[in-house]
């Protein structure tokens, strides 16, 4: 059965009727979301049912990488956790950097080149505490090399339905929120300047918060949240990290955290 064949069985006669009619999910913007061409929808990362939720509210199939470790496992349950993955639209990479960076890329750029829509959450791992963090560059280095053009996309609540630490899932309503797309153009032939991947995906970040409402801390996710595992560890407490305003030196975005229809 190919991949496309799988998602869509799994999409329609699985997971968007039971979380739809379970969780209620609201979206804005759907409209942005071109009927067809490649696109990249770059979000906030809230909690591991994000890349549920963001496909039930979209027309078209939508495309994440994940690390390759998710999709293998001993027995019946590892291959299941590979059928799994690959239904809900994920690709198998290695992500442990170097040339395994380097292909989580190329999967990236194959996807668009396809004419397909690809997701990608910047901050590179689920926030800690759900604030917005520091983004990585390989949002960056996807749109410039495929000349995608970029959704910021901000996941409201999910961090209530699952958070961490957490065995089983919330019932809570959830929302998607899609915004205007970010044309990266002008820095076309200029993906290897650290500079320029440095300021779009301090603009994509940026882009997000305006959606989302997050309060911005201008470090990464990944090491903030070791910080804190260690001090959960030792008794010590994690350093402070400087939080407030936004990507770039930016300042932070006046309207609040979007809030669900009263339906």
Do not use: C
């Not at 397909?116 to 689920?126: K, L, N, S």
């Amino acid at each position: 059965m190919s991949r496309s064949v799988l998602y869509w069985l799994i999409k329609l006669l699985l997971a968007e009727p039971v979380l739809k009619a379970v969780y209620r999910p609201w979206v804005r913007g759907l409209d942005r979301v071109p009927a067809s061409g490649p696109v990249i929808l770059a979000s906030n990362h809230l909690s591991l049912t994000d890349p549920i939720f963001l496909p039930v509210v979209l027309r078209r199939r939508i495309t994440f990488v994940a690390k390759a470790d998710l999709f293998t496992g001993p027995g019946l349950r590892g291959r299941l956790s590979g059928v799994f993955f690959r239904g809900i639209g994920m690709l198998p990479v290695d992500r442990s950097g170097g040339r395994a960076s380097r292909a989580a890329i190329d999967a990236a750029v194959g996807v668009l080149r396809d004419g397909e829509v690809f997701g990608i959450y910047p901050e590179g791992t689920r926030s800690p505490d759900g604030r917005l963090y520091r983004g990585r560059t390989g949002v960056a280095r996807i749109a410039l090399e495929s000349g995608a053009s970029v959704l910021p996309v901000a996941m409201i609540g999910t961090e209530a339905v699952f958070p961490r630490g957490r065995l089983l899932p919330r019932v809570r309503r959830v929302g998607v929120v899609i915004g205007e797309p970010l044309d990266f153009s002008r820095y076309a032939g200029r993906a290897g300047d650290p500079f320029v991947l440095r300021s779009v995906t301090d603009e994509v970040v940026a882009a997000i918060q305006a959606l989302s409402g997050q309060e911005y801390v201008d470090a990464y996710a990944s090491r903030v949240a070791g910080r804190q595992a260690l001090a959960r560890g030792t008794g010590v407490p994690a350093p402070e990290d400087p939080a407030g305003g936004g990507p770039g030196g930016r300042a932070a975005p006046a309207s609040p955290p979007p809030a669900p229809p009263t339906d």
